[in-house]
DNA sequence: ATGTAC
């Protein structure tokens, strides 16, 4: 973060992570510096918090202001579970890994439409809706591992899928527009914080359609219907009572169940928030396993080799992982995320969240490339 | 993170 002016003196910083979830100093540092900032009041440190751009990721920050910084350049990236009416155990894993990848490929449906029917404005980046992107996005297709609480409903005989996407050039062009402004704190109540809050909410809309048309591709590839189980946005700020609440990689934890997925080789969890959680957690808790070890690092972690990147195609459950990116293969391999049975038992441990199910990845869809359409492009 | 800077 830098330097940053301590005006007021510091905000109280909560942390709801033990040492088993490998907080790096750089993240206690970026959190401190948060704290620092004038009109900051509090701020809260889950399990998977990591070092970010432009301040620390895994964290709820409550101010004074809204902070365009502390949602980040993905304004409304976040989850959901949609249940599939597909028997898990009529899954064949190289079927259903061929099957997905046309999702990686743009939407050729009719965006127009999905945006009217959707009630959005139209937007320049409309292009890119029903599509996954790149960096630590996904769409998975999970079967069941362990069901902890059978009254949410989840079903071991059904497959899932979980979509991890946000709002594409949409959140990307809002903060690229405060950059230009200075990225400065802004009063909600000015034109400014208005026109801010207004592109933001847009944004979150977006993603959450974004987030729905994937599924319903996902499952249209697999020749069934998607229901949805929950969604919810882990960048984002809201205006309460206390302040203006921005969650930077933290899901709520007032608005129902929430997923919490673990790196691609790793069980994901679905967790019920506790209505008794200590307010300090700011309605938040973690967002999914955080990252480990940075993007760049990874190469030399996990290596460069044919046998090395065939080993990254495939997850420790026998499943299997498309990717085309050989770059994003390798900084996007499990090695980089924390555990998030850590992360889980740490939820678990603070109060504030238990875990209702876990699911277990059998295809993750990354980036495809499109052969064809990269040829007709040469023509 | 990005219809991805040069």
């Known amino acids: 973060?830098?330097?940053?002016?301590?005006?007021?003196?510091?905000?109280?910083?909560?942390?709801?992570?033990?040492?088993?979830?490998?907080?790096?100093?750089?993240?206690?540092?970026?959190?401190?510096?948060?704290?620092?900032?004038?009109?900051?009041r509090a701020v809260a440190g889950m399990p998977d918090l990591h070092p970010g751009k432009f301040g620390p990721v895994g964290c709820a920050i409550l101010a004074?202001?809204?902070?365009?910084?502390?949602?980040?350049?993905?304004?409304?990236?976040?989850?959901?579970?949609f249940a599939l009416?597909?028997?898990?155990?009529?899954?064949?894993?190289?079927?259903?890994?061929?099957?997905?990848?046309?999702?990686?490929?743009?939407?050729?449906?009719?965006?127009?439409?999905?945006?009217?029917?959707?009630?959005?404005?139209?937007?320049?980046?409309?292009?890119?809706?029903?599509?996954?992107?790149?960096?630590?996005?996904?769409?998975?297709?999970?079967?069941?591992?362990e069901v902890f609480d059978a009254s949410f409903g989840i079903d071991r005989q059904r497959a899932y899928i979980l979509a991890h996407s946000g709002s594409r050039g949409l959140g990307h062009a809002l903060l690229e527009q405060q950059m230009?402004?200075?990225?400065?704190?802004?009063?909600?109540?000015?034109?400014?914080?208005?026109?801010?809050?207004?592109?933001?909410?847009?944004?979150?809309?977006?993603?959450?359609?974004?987030?729905?048309?994937?599924?319903?591709?996902?499952?249209?590839?697999?020749?069934?219907?998607?229901?949805?189980?929950?969604?919810?946005?882990?960048?984002?700020?809201?205006?309460?009572?206390?302040?203006?609440l921005h969650r930077k990689g933290a899901a709520p934890s007032d608005r129902g169940i929430v997923v919490v997925p673990g790196s691609r080789g790793a069980l994901s969890y679905l967790v019920e928030p506790l209505a008794g959680a200590p307010p300090?957690?700011?309605?938040?808790?973690?967002?999914?396993?955080?990252?480990?070890?940075?993007?760049?690092?990874?190469?030399?972690?996990?290596?460069?080799?044919?046998?090395?990147?065939e080993r990254l195609t495939r997850n420790p459950f026998g499943g299997q992982v498309i990717c085309d990116d050989r770059a994003l293969l390798v900084e996007e391999a499990p090695e980089a995320y924390k555990s998030i049975a850590g992360v889980i038992a740490d939820l678990a441990s603070f109060g504030l969240a238990r875990a209702v199910a876990s699911f277990r990845p059998v295809v993750t869809v990354k980036k495809v490339v499109d052969l064809t359409a990269q040829k007709e492009d040469r023509r």
């Open 1 to 40: 973060m830098g330097k940053l002016p301590i005006v007021d003196g510091r905000a109280p910083i909560h942390a709801f992570y033990s040492s088993r979830s490998w907080i790096e100093g750089a993240a206690v540092r970026q959190l401190e510096s948060v704290a620092a900032i004038s009109g900051v």
């Open 180 to 244: 230009s402004e200075g990225l400065g704190p802004i009063d909600p109540a000015s034109d400014k914080g208005r026109a801010y809050l207004h592109a933001h909410d847009h944004a979150l809309r977006w993603a959450s359609v974004n987030r729905r048309l994937i599924a319903r591709r996902a499952a249209q590839a697999l020749r069934c219907d998607a229901e949805l189980v929950c969604q919810c946005s882990h960048n984002c700020v809201e205006h309460r009572a206390d302040g203006l």
């Open 85 to 145: 009416d597909l028997p898990a155990r009529k899954l064949r894993v190289e079927k259903a890994a061929e099957r997905l990848r046309k999702i990686g490929r743009p939407y050729d449906g009719d965006i127009a439409g999905e945006i009217e029917a959707a009630e959005l404005p139209p937007s320049d980046f409309d292009g890119a809706l029903g599509t996954i992107g790149g960096g630590n996005h996904f769409c998975e297709l999970q079967i069941v591992e």
């Open 280 to 309: 300090e957690a700011l309605a938040s808790i973690a967002h999914g396993a955080g990252r480990k070890y940075d993007r760049t690092s990874m190469m030399g972690r996990v290596g460069a080799t044919k046998s090395d990147r």
């Open 64 to 81: 004074d202001r809204i902070h365009p910084a502390f949602v980040g350049s993905d304004a409304g990236c976040g989850m959901a579970l």
